[in-house]
């Protein structure tokens, strides 16, 4: 065979290989996130959801054992016939650090690949305009040497925080010094680490949370919406995905101006929604109500010390201005998402943060502005919701987010 033939055949050779692993990693994404998604299969159920045979699935699986990311785990219960072994994932050897970052308080959690949180730890950092890269990589090895786990565990780190975040750079445009100007925070952590990193805005975490885990599951088009302590976020799903927007800001409606004649929000802009809807807001305008006179459970209260959880209890007691605070804020919440209801026609609307512990106190108001203000044909199926998974939502939008990025990076 002439040198030139032999190269060529040399090169078809190669190139047919590549397009064989190609296709056998695309099948053992595609397995490994349905085995997440949807608990254990046997072999002959995972080829029917992979359209391909049981030989080319059951090597799948045995070099996915091999790997540690799945382990038989006894027969399957059927009614006749031998019984098939059934295969998820494993919880033992392959681990996601979420971390949820805010400007008065964060968390690490430590989660297998079952969704279950093997260890958390509130730590000191908190969202601030100025550089956290080391703070941040020594409170990682802390969390990691607690939890007796080694960096080598992890599968990938995944943070949320607040702020206008593109995704792709992981730039927090909103706090720009987070790190050396210019820098990604996952990309300087990825060097300090060796670990995968993301970052994704707080809400769009929870929004990913409730549609594989919560209030959204088989739903294509919903709104999550954070009502936290420090402001309000917003997460839009449309056709069943998470929408970011060109640079990662889609969702921002909490600086849609309500009140012209309002408070000076932080970006700059007056009376955005944002200056009236979250909960130090509520603390804040109580308190200066009960200066002004007016009757009140919480004036009887240390003063100093009125939180959340004080108004809502007041509330839940028949406090008429805490009532009334709480349905201000819901029904400036609803005329705005009767904005986005007609942009979007999602399905359901899902409230979630400190003020969905208000209840019906702060869903009712939302409804009722959104059945004010919203076509009647756009209202007909709509349902406003608090949600089930609370805080979890955001746990395990973070564990998804990293799941699904790691295993679309993994060729």
Same mark, same amino acid.
């Given at each position: 065979?002439?040198?030139?033939?032999? $190269?060529?055949?040399?090169?078809?050779?190669?190139?047919?290989?590549?397009?064989?692993?190609?296709?056998?990693? #695309? /099948?053992?994404?595609?397995?490994?996130? !349905?085995?997440?998604? !949807?608990?254990?299969?046997?072999?002959?159920?995972?080829?029917?959801?992979?359209?391909?045979?049981? &030989? $080319?699935?059951?090597?799948?699986?045995?070099?996915?054992?091999?790997?540690?990311?799945?382990?038989?785990?006894? &027969?399957?219960?059927?009614?006749?016939?031998?019984? *098939?072994?059934?295969?998820? /994932?494993? &919880?033992?050897?392959?681990?996601?650090?979420?971390? +949820?970052?805010?400007?008065?308080? $964060?968390?690490?959690?430590?989660?297998?690949?079952?969704?279950?949180?093997?260890?958390?730890?509130?730590?000191?950092?908190?969202?601030?305009?100025? *550089?956290?890269?080391?703070?941040?990589? #020594?409170?990682?090895?802390?969390?990691?040497?607690?939890?007796?786990? #080694?960096?080598?565990? /992890?599968?990938?780190?995944?943070?949320?925080?607040?702020?206008?975040?593109?995704?792709?750079?992981?730039?927090?445009?909103?706090? *720009?010094?987070?790190?050396?100007?210019?820098?990604?925070?996952?990309?300087?952590?990825?060097?300090?680490? !060796?670990?995968?990193?993301?970052?994704?805005?707080?809400?769009?975490?929870?929004?990913?949370?409730?549609?594989?885990?919560?209030?959204?599951?088989?739903?294509?088009?919903?709104?999550?919406?954070?009502?936290?302590?420090?402001?309000?976020?917003?997460?839009?799903?449309?056709?069943?995905?998470?929408?970011?927007?060109?640079?990662?800001?889609?969702?921002?409606?909490?600086?849609?101006?309500?009140? *012209?004649?309002?408070?000076?929000?932080?970006?700059?802009?007056?009376?955005?929604?944002?200056?009236?809807?979250?909960?130090?807001?509520?603390?804040?305008?109580?308190? =200066?109500?009960?200066?002004?006179?007016?009757?009140?459970? /919480?004036?009887?209260?240390?003063?100093?010390?009125?939180?959340?959880?004080?108004?809502?209890?007041?509330?839940?007691?028949?406090?008429?201005?805490?009532?009334?605070?709480?349905?201000?804020?819901?029904? =400036?919440?609803?005329?705005?998402?009767?904005?986005?209801?007609?942009?979007?026609? &999602? #399905?359901?609307?899902?409230?979630?943060?400190?003020?969905?512990?208000?209840?019906?106190?702060?869903?009712?108001?939302?409804?009722?502005?959104?059945?004010?203000?919203?076509?009647? +044909?756009?209202?007909?199926?709509?349902?406003?919701?608090?949600?089930?998974?609370?805080?979890?939502?955001?746990?395990?939008?973070?564990?998804?987010?990293?799941?699904?990025?790691?295993?679309?990076?993994? +060729?």
């Amino acid at each position: 065979m002439s040198d030139l033939f032999k $190269s060529i055949s040399e090169s078809e050779h190669v190139e047919k290989e590549s397009v064989v692993d190609l296709k056998k990693n #695309k /099948l053992k994404r595609k397995l490994l996130l !349905h085995l997440y998604t !949807h608990d254990s299969f046997t072999i002959a159920q995972l080829a029917k959801h992979l359209h391909t045979s049981v &030989p $080319s699935v059951t090597s799948l699986i045995e070099e996915l054992i091999t790997e540690k990311w799945i382990v038989e785990i006894g &027969p399957a219960e059927v009614q006749l016939g031998r019984k *098939p072994a059934l295969y998820r /994932l494993n &919880p033992r050897d392959r681990f996601v650090l979420a971390i +949820d970052m805010n400007t008065y308080s $964060s968390k690490a959690y430590l989660l297998n690949l079952h969704n279950e949180v093997i260890f958390s730890q509130a730590i000191s950092l908190v969202i601030e305009n100025k *550089p956290i890269i080391e703070s941040l990589t #020594k409170e990682i090895s802390a969390i990691l040497q607690a939890a007796a786990c #080694k960096i080598t565990d /992890l599968e990938a780190i995944s943070i949320s925080m607040p702020g206008l975040i593109n995704p792709k750079t992981g730039i927090n445009y909103t706090y *720009p010094n987070l790190c050396v100007k210019g820098k990604s925070l996952p990309l300087e952590l990825e060097k300090f680490l !060796h670990v995968r990193t993301y970052v994704i805005h707080d809400t769009k975490a929870i929004t990913l949370g409730e549609h594989h885990f919560g209030l959204a599951q088989n739903i294509q088009h919903a709104i999550t919406v954070n009502m936290d302590w420090n402001g309000v976020g917003f997460g839009l799903l449309v056709n069943g995905q998470v929408v970011l927007g060109e640079s990662g800001f889609a969702g921002e409606l909490a600086h849609i101006q309500v009140r *012209p004649q309002g408070e000076l929000c932080y970006c700059g802009k007056v009376g955005c929604l944002d200056t009236v809807t979250k909960a130090s807001y509520l603390i804040k305008r109580i308190k =200066e109500l009960i200066k002004e006179g007016n009757v009140s459970l /919480l004036a009887k209260e240390n003063f100093e010390n009125i939180d959340i959880e004080m108004v809502i209890d007041a509330a839940n007691r028949g406090d008429e201005l805490a009532i009334d605070l709480l349905q201000d804020m819901g029904h =400036e919440m609803g005329k705005v998402l009767a904005i986005a209801v007609h942009l979007l026609n &999602p #399905k359901t609307i899902i409230i979630h943060g400190v003020l969905a512990h208000a209840g019906k106190f702060i869903s009712n108001p939302i409804e009722q502005a959104i059945y004010k203000y919203c076509l009647a +044909d756009y209202k007909e199926n709509l349902q406003v919701e608090i949600s089930e998974l609370g805080e979890r939502a955001k746990v395990l939008g973070l564990q998804a987010y990293a799941i699904h990025k790691t295993l679309a990076e993994s +060729d």
